[in-house]
């Protein structure tokens, strides 16, 4: 049962980088770091607002025409 002993690996934590616009373009390593940080935070942003949408339905299945309480509560 190698399932039984799985462990949720840790997240990586990547250090901040000067974006895009702030990088010398003719600096090759700081243009693919601010590019790799662009797509690690859009990708962030897109799970964050795929989390949402599915509590967001899971509401309007349990709630049904009073999905509003969903937003209510604390």
């Known amino acids: 049962m ?3 002993n799985w462990e949720y690996p840790q ?3 990547f250090e901040r980088v000067p974006t895009l616009d ?3 373009p003719n600096d090759r390593k700081a243009v693919y770091a601010a590019r ?3 797509i690690r935070d859009d990708w962030v942003k897109a799970m964050e607002a795929r989390i949402i949408k599915e509590k967001l339905d899971e509401c309007y299945r349990t ?3 009073n999905h509003c309480t969903c937003f209510h509560s604390t």
């Open 2 to 4: 190698a399932e039984a």
């Open 11 to 13: 997240h990586q934590q």
């Open 22 to 24: 702030q990088v010398d």
């Open 36 to 38: 790799a940080q662009k």
């Open 63 to 65: 709630e049904g025409v």
